[in-house]
């Protein structure tokens, strides 16, 4: 069964800190994106990339960097967490170019930066 | 820029009986796709259905079934034969067709009950 795996179900974590987030597919996409999930505004793009070590912003990317340095593996930096951090993160991932399959999410990580 | 607005935050409906959730979009493309996720308590994004906008006829997933109106850039959702397992909350997703484009633009969801 294909996977995309989010290291952690929930993290907590103190404002100021440097925060990692991480996520592996196991099924050879080129494309993996983190989205952060609010309550009544749905899911927005924080970054997304298309291959090792390629990376652009998506709409919310303030705050927040990412690292892929291998195909199967995406991570996403607070590089100093701050309570408007607190929200819901989603790692997907795509084949490239095979725009009408849509995404392969992993299972979220609810973050909590008090 | 496209967006996706979902204007029911929630919606409840009986067991068995039928719903209809509600999408609008705005592009100024003509080619592009159309998704409705369902993500359960679990919080695993599952795809129900998906509609290619080139297409004229709805997309139909045994019990889900979409209603595609290209000019008037409305995409609902229903539910036909609402079961316990259907509680969930649901994503309307917009995708460009266009060579290059990658990312899904969701909408803000619509939290969906299922009343015994």
């Known amino acids: 069964d294909v996977k995309v795996t989010q290291s952690s179900r929930y993290l907590v974590k103190r404002t100021g800190e440097k925060v990692f987030l991480e996520c592996v597919q196991d099924?050879?996409?080129?494309?993996m994106f983190w989205y952060r999930q609010d309550p009544g505004l749905g899911l927005r793009l924080i970054y997304f990339s298309y291959d090792v070590k390629m990376k652009e912003k998506g709409d919310i990317p303030e705050g927040y960097s990412v690292s892929r340095e291998k195909k199967e593996r995406f991570s996403l930096i607070l590089e100093s967490a701050s309570t408007n951090q607190t929200s819901m993160y989603l790692c997907?991932?795509?084949?490239?170019?095979?725009?009408?399959?849509?995404?392969?999410f992993g299972s979220g990580t609810r973050l909590t930066v008090v | 820029a496209q967006t996706v607005t979902q204007s029911q935050p929630e919606m409840s409906v009986q067991e068995a009986e039928t719903v209809t959730l509600s999408c609008t979009y705005d592009t100024s493309e003509s080619d592009y796709y159309l998704f409705w996720y369902k993500q359960p308590p679990s919080r695993q994004m599952i795809l129900v259905i998906r509609q290619e906008a080139y297409k004229q006829q709805n997309a139909t997933e045994n019990r889900f079934s979409v209603n595609f109106q290209k000019a008037a850039k409305s995409f609902s959702l229903k539910i036909s034969d609402s079961q316990l397992g259907d509680a969930a909350m649901y994503f309307c997703a917009y995708r460009s067709a266009t060579r290059g484009a990658q990312k899904l633009v969701f909408g803000q969801g619509t939290r969906l009950t299922i009343n015994p």
């Open positions: 099924m050879d996409h080129e494309n």
């Open positions: 997907a991932s795509s084949v490239i170019g095979a725009l009408g399959v849509g995404y392969t």
